[in-house]
């Protein structure tokens, strides 16, 4: 198994980039077919307009084949998703980076009205403060 990804890694994700291709490949839902007696696997859009395969699986065992071609018909449809789970983390995080920002301005402001009222309250006021 990979390392994790690192942030750089993840920001460098191109989401446009997955999505056009998403878009220009052979619309889903995707379905495996197989021919048990020749380990032949083809992958097929599961439509009724659309009968031409997409990909044979004929190099590999039966058993790999269909594992190879289960993963790529799946991910006709988990692609998207997870491109639409990616946009709204995305858009969570960018949420609260900048409510965390607003915060500390906050803060930052508040400790600059603290200080200028101290100042203006004198010297006693800094010692009863501390």
């Known amino acids: 198994m990979s390392s994790s990804p690192t942030l750089s890694d993840i920001a460098a994700i191109d989401l446009e980039a997955i999505a056009a291709r998403c878009e220009a490949a052979t619309p889903g839902p995707w379905e495996v ?16 307009e659309d009968d031409k395969p997409i990909a044979l699986f004929d190099y590999r065992t039966g058993p790999i084949n269909r594992a190879n071609a289960d993963f790529i018909a ?29 915060e500390i301005m906050a803060r930052v402001e508040a400790k ?11 010297p006693t006021a800094r010692v009863a403060g501390r």
């Open 33 to 48: 077919l197989s021919d048990e007696l020749v380990d032949t696997v083809w992958l097929n859009a599961a439509t009724a």
């Open 74 to 102: 799946r991910c006709r449809q988990d692609v998207p998703v997870l491109l639409a789970a990616m946009r709204s983390m995305q858009q969570r995080i960018q949420d609260l980076l900048e409510a965390n920002n607003r």
């Open 112 to 122: 600059r009205q603290l200080e200028e009222a101290m100042i203006k309250l004198g």
